[in-house]
């Protein structure tokens, strides 16, 4: 079955470069949720994103910005990194999103130097 | 709001043992439950659910999970653990009383589960 696809998987970047991750979500999911896990922590919630329109937003720093596009693709934009941002990325999605289930992509690690 | 307890950082046991992994959670209306397995450098593999019905939920890979709501918790359970069963565990929590369009999920800080042959 088609899963999550997220790129790149590895991303080194050094401080004050952006960066910017891409997340294919299962077709038919119209729902993209990115989150936040930083070494040894929970994945924490940034922003969400339903029929190309933002649904909900979390924790995500000014810094950064996401869309999602006609193919309901997203992309999450980082600019000014801080060695901070270093972490796992993951993208999930949904048929709907009132849809029980969450299915995770494997996740771009992000490392800032 | 929304949160979930795992109140253990680790679990060890021998292979063939039971595994139980706590998780304890609060909201405001009901809880919609998860449990997600996470190898290492993977990513989050969806184990089971609760949304309502039976308080004994069965998922993938011979685990299981009840609900109990009158000590607000959600444990992860499997009858006889294999090696391969080593990973990193995470509870999840969705609030049914939220607003429109916030469906994000809450998790817990993680349980390493480590299945010793």
């Known amino acids: 079955a088609a899963g999550v696809i997220q790129s790149p998987r590895h991303l080194i970047k050094e401080k004050r470069e952006t960066a910017t991750l891409k997340c294919y979500p299962i077709p038919r999911h119209d729902t993209v949720y990115w989150y936040q896990q930083g070494p040894g922590q929970d994945p924490q919630f940034l922003i969400s994103?339903?029929?190309?329109?933002?649904?909900d937003k979390g924790s995500i720093p000014d810094r950064f910005s996401a869309q999602q596009f006609s193919d309901y693709h997203s992309e999450l934009n980082m600019s000014s990194l801080e060695l901070g941002d270093s972490a796992l990325y993951f993208c999930a999605s949904s048929v709907k999103p009132g849809s029980y289930e969450q299915y995770f992509g494997p996740g771009t690690r992000l490392t800032v130097t | 709001a929304q949160s979930v307890a795992q109140p253990e950082d680790q679990v060890n046991v021998a292979e063939g043992n039971p595994l139980t992994v706590k998780c304890t959670y609060s909201?405001?209306?009901?809880?919609?439950l998860f449990w997600y397995v996470q190898y290492p450098n993977r990513g989050l593999q969806f184990l089971l659910k609760y949304i309502t019905g039976d308080n004994l939920v069965k998922g993938s890979y011979g685990f299981e999970a009840e609900f109990n709501k009158s000590q607000t918790s959600f444990h992860l359970k499997k009858p006889s653990a294999l090696v391969s069963d080593s990973a990193l565990y995470f509870c999840a929590v969705r609030d049914s009383l939220v607003g429109t369009n916030d469906y994000k999920l809450s998790f817990g800080a993680g349980t390493t589960v480590t299945v010793r042959a």
């Open positions: 909201v405001s209306g009901n809880p919609y």
């Open positions: 994103f339903y029929e190309k329109m933002q649904s």
